[in-house]
């Protein structure tokens, strides 16, 4: 028994040696004197159960603390992807409405120009045939000889005549 007893001594010894080089280190840092040396550093030193107190309450409240962090930072990121594919979603009907009208449009256009190519050809037509017409009699009336009765712009009485000099 002396034996594991005497391995446990050392041990503890070895531990204290390692904890009092770390407090050593702890109060030779710049930043622990300068903190001991103000109000607040020099009330916890004559106060000790005030400081455990605060040691052990932030100690504790680091816990929750981490976990709502987490909790803030996993629903930043979440809200960010949900932006993201709601951004995404919003995009990808726009552009198929976008493709629709559009297509809608062109369907439409080419009804129109085809109306409007057919109002030309038909328009353009009956221009001509009233051109046609139009220099056709005039020029019967100024020279009516050189045209005879029978023609295709003669009136149905000038025709019946024709018809009855030929019988």
């Known amino acids: 028994m002396t034996n594991t007893e005497s391995m446990y001594q050392e041990k ?3 531990i204290q040696k390692q904890l009092n080089s770390m407090r050593q280190t702890i109060n030779n840092n710049s930043k622990v004197v300068a903190f001991l040396n103000s109000p ?3 009330y916890l030193n004559e106060h000790p159960c005030v400081a455990l107190t605060l040691l052990v309450f932030f100690a504790m409240s680091a816990i929750p603390i981490g ?3 987490l909790l803030i930072i996993g629903t930043a990121v979440t809200a960010c992807v949900g932006v993201i594919i709601i951004e995404g979603i ?3 009907v726009g552009g198929i409405a976008l493709l629709c009208v559009l297509c809608g449009l062109a369907a439409l256009s080419i009804a129109i120009s085809g109306v409007l190519c057919v109002c030309y050809l038909a328009l353009s037509s009956l221009i001509n045939y009233w ?3 139009t220099s056709t009699h005039e020029k ?3 020279y009516p000889e050189n045209y005879p009765q029978s023609g295709i712009f003669s009136s149905a009485s000038d025709t019946a005549l024709n018809r009855s000099k030929e019988d």
Request: net charge negative.
């Open 131 to 133: 051109y046609v017409w």
């Open 90 to 92: 919003v995009i990808s």
């Open 67 to 69: 976990l709502f962090l």
């Open 40 to 42: 607040i550093g020099q």
């Open 140 to 142: 019967k009336q100024e």
């Open 12 to 14: 503890m010894q070895d």
